[in-house]
């Protein structure tokens, strides 16, 4: 067993022996993704994903002794990614939280915890869209509105959105720059072809944020043959 959840926003209420970085009372933002700041994997440009930490998060346990900080009745519960945000304390390792302001209100910041910031940087950081490219955006919850900002900030002269649950009257994801919206149900054909067809030939960049394998399909025959790049964020 063990206490799920991964996103969130908080406030230090206690830190541990030898943590310098933070201090009570400080704001924060856990992240299932830290960083120790001193493996290769941190120091490089190419990559965050840390060699300490990735490994500790999965096992469920404190990097510092290999225990749990949970118990109910003598009966132990284990931490989930590092983070165990379902409920009201939790037990997170420092490299694992990231400062913010503290005039950001927590019921709304809480979603750069993982939900936007994944997608805004699967765009910016993977797919590196360039000014005046056409990216296609599968998925149009949390993650693929963070990916869809992301281009753009990035200077995307098209942003096509995908999802089988957009209808005309849906125009909130317009406000992340959505430039145009293709619902799969709505074509006889596969989107892929569609979309082929709308940009003359293929998307520069496709970001995937469902996690349905047809639809990593899609966003792969979506894009130009010649240059295209796609980007999987969606976990099957």
């Known amino acids: 067993p063990r206490i799920f959840g991964h996103e969130a926003a908080g406030i230090v209420e206690s830190v541990g022996e030898g943590v ?14 830290g960083e120790c700041r001193e493996c ?13 930490l990735r490994v500790n998060n999965d096992r469920g346990v404190m990097l510092s002794d290999g225990t749990t900080r949970f118990s109910i009745k003598g009966k132990t519960i284990y931490h989930f990614l590092g983070a165990s945000t379902f ?12 400062k913010i302001n503290p005039s950001a209100p927590l019921d709304k910041v809480c979603v750069l915890s993982c939900g936007i910031s994944t997608g805004l940087g699967a765009t910016l950081n993977v797919a590196k869209p360039k000014k005046g490219m056409t990216v296609a955006i599968f998925g ?8 869809a900002e992301g281009a ?22 317009s406000k992340f720059g959505i430039t145009e919206f293709v619902n799969p ?27 349905n394998v047809d639809a990593m399909i899609s966003a792969f025959e979506c894009v130009h043959d010649g240059w295209g790049v796609a980007v999987l964020v969606g976990v099957p």
């Open 87 to 98: 409920s009201e304390y939790t037990v997170v390792h420092v490299g694992c939280l990231a």
């Open 140 to 147: 149009l919850g949390a993650v693929g509105l963070g990916a």
């Open 185 to 211: 149900k709505d074509h006889g054909k596969p989107v892929q072809q569609v979309i082929a067809e709308m940009t003359n030939g293929g998307v520069d960049r496709s970001v995937e944020c469902t996690g």
């Open 152 to 173: 753009r900030l990035a200077g995307a002269s098209r942003i096509i959105g995908v999802d089988n649950q957009w209808h005309a009257g849906l125009r909130e994801p």
């Open 40 to 52: 290769a994997h941190c120091k490089s440009e190419e990559s965050n994903v840390c060699d300490l």
């Open 20 to 33: 310098t970085d933070l201090q009570v009372g400080v704001h924060v933002l856990p992240m299932f993704m």
